[in-house]
């Protein structure tokens, strides 16, 4: 199995990688360690690296591809390769086939990890690194209250953070990737072996899925999405069905507030008619108490006249 993973920065192309050297039992090839191990322990190579790099320049993709060549020579290599983060543009890509082709091992597979620029921020900024053995850990996927600690090293050294991957960079990255490594998929489609697979969710899954792809005769132009398609099948509905929640709770909570104000129109109708009884209510008894004060200071009237008429006349009132 000779295999190239490609995808944006984030999308889980060295977590598969590690994976699938376990799986199949064949090694990561990564030009970043490569260069690494190179200037370490100073290769003419190395030494032609460091040099460029000192001068703040790009390391030249001749001098990568002849550690590629270096390291497939290396007897673990024999059974096949991973190669992650190379090719990044299409003269790597050319050059890589041609290196190939002439030590009679070309590829047999290139698959394309596919993530949303959102979630790859989002993994990019969360990633972790040992700085002994290289291990890619990610915060968001480790579990909760877990130590950032490497777990494959017997010193468990402390997990740190690349001083690229922070949010700030990764718009960069995305950027150069669109406009370098992202017309790869073209070159790759038109050589019939380039798959796809849906990279997010859980990682078990991905795995799952990839090995499916890499152990699986290839199929000309079809792209694999299973676990994409449920996934996104599965999300689809959950928005329909938050949708379709949201919309009750609408209507549930308009229906709530017409009977609210309806109530209150009834409640303020009553409010007013028992104001306008009790206001009646009182003129009335306010009438009916002026009609029995008018008469009782009638009868009053009348009976001072009856005793008045009924006294006799003093005598002596007629002399002065």
């Known amino acids: 199995m000779r295999i190239v993973l490609l995808g944006a920065p984030g999308s889980g ?25 190179a200037v370490a322990r100073g290769t003419p190579l190395g030494v032609a690296a460091k040099q460029a790099m000192q001068a703040g320049k790009l390391v030249e993709d001749a001098i990568v591809l002849g550690m590629i060549r270096e390291r497939l020579a290396e007897a673990d290599a024999a059974q096949g390769f991973i190669l992650d983060g190379f ?8 050059a890589l086939d041609e290196m190939l082709s002439e030590l009679g091992r070309p590829l047999t597979h290139v698959v394309q990890l596919d993530v949303p620029y959102a979630e790859l921020t989002r993994r990019i900024s969360g990633r972790r690194n040992c700085p002994s053995c290289g291990a890619v850990y990610n915060i968001y996927s480790m579990p909760v ?47 019939g072996m380039l798959q796809f ?37 599965k999300a689809k509905s959950k928005v329909k069905a938050k949708k379709k929640g949201k919309a009750k709770s609408k209507a549930k909570a308009k229906s709530k507030a017409k009977a609210k104000s309806k109530a209150k129109s009834k409640t303020n109708v ?51």
């Open 145 to 191: 209250g877990g130590q950032l600690h490497c777990s494959a090293c017997d010193a468990k050294p402390p997990l740190v953070q690349r001083p690229d991957d922070n949010e700030a960079t990764v718009v960069e990255r995305l950027k150069v990737y669109e406009s370098q490594t992202r017309p790869l998929i073209d070159y790759y489609a038109a050589s």
């Open 87 to 94: 090719p990044r543009n299409l003269v790597q890509a050319r």
């Open 13 to 37: 192309k060295g977590t598969q990688s590690q994976r699938l050297v376990k799986r199949f039992g064949i090694p990561q090839i990564s030009t970043g360690d490569l260069l690494r191990s």
């Open 197 to 233: 697979i849906d990279a997010q969710g859980d990682i078990d899954e991905i795995t799952a899925l990839l090995t499916h792809v890499l152990t699986a005769a290839p199929v000309e132009g079809v792209k694999v999405r299973r676990a994409g398609k449920k996934r996104k099948a």
């Open 270 to 320: 009553k409010t007013k008619v028992k104001v306008r009884v009790k206001v009646k209510t009182k003129a009335k008894a306010k009438a009916k108490a002026k009609a029995k004060a008018k008469t009782k200071a009638k009868r009053a009237g009348r009976k001072t006249a009856k005793r008045r008429a009924k006294r006799p006349a003093r005598k002596g009132r007629a002399r002065r």
